[in-house]
């Protein structure tokens, strides 16, 4: 197989946002010539599949100003400095729900716009669940709402659900714990 790797000469921040950094940089491309590279830095995040013991999912409604709507999403956030991906998991969880889980399972990272971002999201799955106090950042709201898992998956399939983590998230969970759950729909 061909080395396809393309290799950094210099590069600098475009913007640097609270969230977003943006990067252009001039890379060496595999056959020797010059281009371009433009990519939103990430700080990178966590997505969670809350399930009950029932097999019924927790989601979110949340308006996101990009695209002007309410989307159905997983709980998620972006790490904090230094901050192991399982403790953001467990961080948003509490806040954005106020749910802890007792159960953790990791389930894969999925890199949400590989040509634009370096964004890479880890899904978890967290069982055995209880509730607690939710404490929603300063600035947002969302609600949440509970569902059997295969009415959120048939969300995904008629495209009510359309945010790629959560479809992504719904879909690793089904395949694998789907033999749990299967009593439960």
Known sequence: MKD???????????????????????????????????????????????????GRVLLERQFRYPHRRVFIELPAGKL???????????????????YAAQEWKRLAVIHTSIAYTDEAIELFVAQKLSQQARKLDTGEFLETLILPLDEAIAMVRDGRITDSKTVAGLFWAEKVLGGEWGAHG
Do not use: M
Request: charged share 35%.
């Open 80 to 98: 904090e400095p230094g901050e192991p991906h399982l403790d953001t998991a467990r961080r948003e969880l509490l806040e954005e729900t106020g």
């Open 4 to 54: 396809l790797t393309e290799h950094f000469i210099a590069g600098e921040r475009v913007y640097d946002g609270v969230l977003l950094k943006v990067q252009r940089d001039l890379v060496r491309l595999p056959d020797g010539s010059e281009g371009t590279r433009e990519y939103i830095r990430h700080p990178g995040a966590v997505a969670i599949v809350p399930v009950f013991d029932d």
